[in-house]
């Protein structure tokens, strides 16, 4: 099965850093969703991106689905301690029906206080 | 809020042994699905299933199976374990109503080492 291509794998950063990574595919996606892994836990929704050039703001998480509808990027600013975790990009391909999801590699993000 | 509940935070299981996971969901979402969790190869689709008693093949199939005969769960089945299924299964259901990132919510896991 297809999967997306997810970066970094891993991020090391000062508190009050901004942090990026992206996602992209070789297919076009009509969704694209990110997740945030506390460990110990299942993944939870951050941010749902619907629309080919969508900007959305939750907090300090700002995510845009690419014009292309074949990429994403998430953008935390000013990161904190709690920011630490796994983060995924999931998406469900353009002439796919249902609720099937594929996801990213995964960034994993660690913030040194 | 919506609970995905699964049945053990950590199992040890020995090569050969047949290993059932269960998942519970208490939102009468028809949709459920099951994860393989590995790092560096994010979350994985093993099986799902959108209603009761129906189920389709994800990416990774081979070596398991699945169960649905009550609408609320959904079980993942080991038929004969191998130290390669040791990982991280996630658990998930969602409803068929609203876009698909809404009413779509996961388990907290169970980690599964084959020794």
């Known amino acids: 099965g297809q999967q997306l291509n997810q970066s970094p794998q891993s991020m090391f950063i000062q508190e009050g850093e901004d942090v990026s990574m992206n996602c992209t595919s070789s297919?076009?996606?009509?969704?694209w969703l990110w997740y945030k892994q506390d460990p110990g836990e299942g993944p939870v929704l951050l941010i749902a991106?619907?629309?080919?050039?969508e900007l959305t703001s939750n907090g300090r998480l700002t995510a845009q689905f690419g014009i292309t509808r074949k990429d994403s990027f998430l953008n935390i600013s000013a990161s904190i301690p709690s920011d630490v975790g796994i983060y995924f990009c999931?998406?469900?391909?353009?002439?796919?029906?249902?609720?099937?999801?594929?996801f990213g590699e995964g960034t994993q993000l660690t913030v040194n206080p | 809020d919506v609970k995905v509940t699964q049945s053990s935070r950590y199992l040890v299981k020995r090569t050969g042994e047949k290993v059932f996971l269960e998942c519970v969901q208490d939102?009468?979402?028809?949709?459920m699905f099951w994860y393989r969790q590995d790092p560096g190869l994010g979350l994985r689709l093993i099986y799902f299933?959108?209603?009761?008693?129906?189920?389709e093949k994800g990416d990774i199939p081979e070596g398991y199976s699945v169960s649905r005969e009550k609408k609320e769960r959904f079980s993942l089945i080991l038929e004969s374990a191998s130290t390669n299924q040791t990982s991280m299964y996630l658990c998930?259901?969602?409803?068929?109503?609203?876009?698909?990132?809404?009413?779509?919510?996961f388990g907290s896991g169970t980690r599964l080492t084959v020794v």
């Open positions: 939102m009468d979402h028809e949709n």
């Open positions: 999931a998406g469900q391909y353009a002439g796919t029906s249902g609720s099937r999801l594929t």
């Open positions: 299933s959108y209603d009761v008693k129906m189920k």
């Open positions: 297919s076009i996606f009509n969704t």
């Open positions: 998930a259901s969602r409803a068929n109503r609203g876009r698909i990132g809404e009413h779509y919510t």
């Open positions: 991106l619907y629309k080919a050039g």
